[in-house]
């Protein structure tokens, strides 16, 4: 069972995402907490073909095997 591409059959796909947070160091300089953090994701691109969409549903289908 897999999502598999609409486009090309590959079941292989990236999505590239950006983020931060905000971190809390001690007087040493290590790390204490990561205060916040957020992600915002690109769209998911099949690593095969390079179709890409916001939702893996929009360039792939689930398949049962
Ligand atoms: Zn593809």
Known sequence: MSWKC???GSV???QKFTGYHNPIFDKNGEY???SYQERT???I?????GSSGKYIKEI???VEE
């Open 6 to 8: 609409k486009y090309c």
């Open 12 to 14: 292989e796909f990236i």
């Open 32 to 34: 204490i907490k990561y």
């Open 45 to 49: 691109t099949c690593e095969e073909c």
């Open 60 to 62: 792939a289908e689930w």
């Open 41 to 43: 994701y690109e769209n």
